[in-house]
Each structure stands twice: as C-alpha cells, then as structure tokens.
C-alpha cells in the first residue's frame, strides 16, 4: 500500500494532499526560516521507519545539490555509567526523561548558527556514551529524528518543518525486535519484556501526542520507502532553496 501525506492544521501553511502529489496552498505572510540553513524534524514511534524516511530525504536532497546531515536524538541518551549494568538493562529508554534534551538542543542551535559540535556517541550495548564524539559541520538542510523530535519545546520549536511517521504497530515491532537482536545485542525475551513494559505506553503517553505538533503526517505501510511522500517531501525542499529570497 503506498504511503499518504495526511494533512495537519498549521499557523503557517495549509498542506493538501491530491492522490500522489503534494500541494501547498499560497501563503498569506511569508515563512521566515529561523536560521541560516532549513531544519526538518521527523519524529514518530520506535520502528516506524523515521531514520530511513530521514536518510532517504537527505540522499534525495543531495542529488539536487542541496547539502544536508543527519542529526540524531539517540545520540543524546543519558551516560548510565553510575549504574550496574543489571540495572542498565532495565532502565526506561522510552521514556523522554531517558534523553539528554538540554545537550541536544544546545548542539543543535550551535549547529544551526553556522557553528561545527561534536556530538556523542552512545553505546547502545553498555547503556552509556562512548569517549570518541563525531565532528559534524553545518549543511544547508539539516533533518533532525528522534522518538522525541516533537516533544521537547526547545528542539521543536528550531524545526521550520515538522514530520511524524506513522506505521503500524505490528510493522514497528518487528523492525525493533529486529534491530534490537543485530545491532544492539539484546535477547528476544528482553526485548519482549521491554515493548510491553515500556515502549507501548511511552509511545501512547508521550510521543503519539506529538502527532498534533506535526504539519505532514506520512502514513508508511509495508516495508518500501513511501516514495510518493518523499517526492512531495523533497519538492517542497527543493522549491524553499529556489526561493529568490534565499539566494540573495
């Protein structure tokens, strides 16, 4: 089934969404951008895809000419170093407490004003940050994702475009249990323990709420990349860098 962009309320554009295309109606004030390059936030629930619906924007993009970099929230867990590892492996990374939100969002603007950061690296196996950091310089476009893209005010609030990927739970799951067993070592029971003990009631508590703040919703079912979504999506990109108020 292919993917739909749902339109979302906005005090700054109204999206229509007609069959396979995307659609701005005009605007009554002109956007201004908040900083010297074009942020997007893509937010949405674990396993729905918003990593690969962010890199594939990114590649997109690039093809065009327009440079972007990925900046990710999972990279600003908190250090658990402090605490057995037994009690690591019960810690609640679902919910948004687990996020260092104040470092991210600090990064972030430096970032955004034309600034280079290092930013940390966590290691997903030991439940804490590593020593190395990664040096990421400043790009035209910049796709922040995360579970909590959407929540945290401050980091919500740099975006100038606001995304939420919505995916069946049972797609979700599978992709996380997935994930879990390759990339970060966990047994299939404990990640059975954790979907049902934390990652489904953070996701109704705290990030399905965030769907409100959103203004495109791409609804994403089966495994290939919503390609339609993304054409819209890069269009509208595309249009914003050839705006002759950006070039002058």
């Known amino acids: ?49 918003k990593t690969t619906f962010a890199k594939r924007i990114i590649k997109e993009c690039a093809k065009m000419g327009i440079k972007g970099c990925m900046f990710s929230l999972d990279n600003y867990y908190k250090p658990l170093e402090h605490l057995p590892f037994e009690e690591r492996k019960k810690y609640n990374f679902d919910n948004p407490d687990a996020i260092d939100s104040e470092l991210a969002a600090q990064q972030l603007e430096e970032l955004c004003s034309g600034g280079t950061i290092h930013q940390p690296i966590y290691d997903f196996k030991r439940h804490t940050r590593e020593e190395k950091t990664t040096r990421i310089t400043p790009k035209a476009l910049i796709v922040v994702e995360g579970l909590y893209t959407l929540y945290f005010k401050k980091i919500s609030s740099i975006c100038d475009y606001k995304i939420f990927v919505s995916t069946g739970m049972v797609t979700s799951m599978l992709r996380r249990v997935e994930r879990d067993v390759k990339e970060r ?35 994403w079912e089966g495994e290939e990349i919503p390609s339609k979504a993304t054409v819209g999506i890069v269009r509208m990109l595309r249009d914003h860098f050839r705006r002759p108020q950006d070039k002058a």
């Open 1 to 49: 089934m292919a993917a739909a962009i749902t339109k979302q309320p906005s005090h700054r554009f109204t999206p229509l969404f007609f069959k396979d295309r995307l659609f701005m109606t005009p605007r009554k004030k002109k956007q201004e951008q908040k900083h010297k390059c074009l942020v997007i936030g893509i937010a949405g629930g674990s396993g729905s895809g």
């Open 185 to 219: 070592g966990r047994t299939i029971e404990d990640i059975k323990k954790q979907i049902l003990a934390t990652v489904l009631p953070m996701y109704e508590a705290h990030v399905k709420p965030t769907m409100r703040h959103a203004h495109f919703i791409v609804n």
